[in-house]
């Protein structure tokens, strides 16, 4: 079984991407949904996080993920302190699942994995695939979808690895700076170059 990695800056389309994939039949992870998931049923993972946080960092005894995340990206070592009690578990479900989905014989998964190169797990894929939109176009992004103050965004595109190291690290790279429908060819070119391999 092939995993491919499915990466991208923030606001660079990778969930769309996914999306597409997943509409073709593609078997998608999406490692943020099981982060999430990890973070509001793992009472081990919330217990660290209260530990680590403070009370702060909750309301109504759930976490509230728009007040941790203004601390983590606005302090780096909050930021890998948090991504050191989420990553492992995150990391244990993806493994477990992958093996799961080699024995029931799938021929190809996608794991959408934001922080891919941040956090090493290149190494484990079979192939990379980058989704890639320029900077402007994430600020632009950013600003429509999460309504997020200039220094936020700043902050938030600082805290991920510079594009140019992540091209460099890439097997394949989807160019979704133009129009939906140019990116949407480029990744059915791609969805049929490994479906018929």
């Given amino acids: 079984m092939k995993v491919i990695g499915l990466t991208g800056g923030i606001a660079s389309g990778k969930s769309k991407v996914a999306s597409l994939l997943a509409s073709?039949?593609?078997?998608?992870?999406?490692?943020?949904?099981?982060?999430?998931?990890?973070?509001?049923?793992?009472?081990?993972?919330?217990?660290?996080?209260?530990?680590?946080?403070?009370?702060?960092?909750?309301?109504?005894?759930?976490?509230?993920?728009?007040?941790?995340?203004?601390?983590?990206?606005?302090?780096?070592?909050?930021?890998?302190?948090?991504?050191?009690?989420?990553?492992?578990?995150?990391?244990?479900i993806l493994t477990r699942r992958t093996k799961e989905l080699e024995r029931k014989g799938e021929p190809f998964i996608f794991l959408e994995i934001p922080l891919l190169f941040e956090v090493g797990w290149?190494?484990?894929?079979?192939?990379?695939?980058?989704?890639?939109?320029?900077?402007?176009?994430?600020?632009v992004r950013l600003h429509d979808r999460d309504h997020l103050e200039e220094k936020e965004v700043q902050r938030r595109l600082a805290a991920q690895l510079p594009w140019e190291e992540k091209l460099k690290g890439a097997t394949r790279i989807i160019d979704n700076s133009g129009s939906w429908e140019r990116t949407a060819y480029q990744v059915r070119a791609l969805f049929l170059s490994i479906s018929e391999r």
Avoid: C, N, T
Avoid at 41 to 64: C, P, S, T
Avoid at 122 to 139: G, T
């Fill in 24 to 92: 073709w039949g593609a078997v998608v992870i999406d490692s943020d949904l099981v982060a999430h998931r990890v973070m509001e049923r793992g009472k081990r993972v919330q217990d660290k996080i209260r530990l680590h946080f403070g009370k702060r960092v909750f309301r109504e005894g759930r976490i509230d993920r728009i007040v941790l995340g203004r601390i983590v990206f606005r302090h780096p070592a909050e930021r890998k302190a948090l991504e050191a009690i989420v990553h492992p578990q995150v990391k244990r």
């Fill in 122 to 139: 290149q190494k484990r894929m079979d192939e990379v695939w980058l989704v890639y939109a320029p900077p402007a176009q994430q600020i």
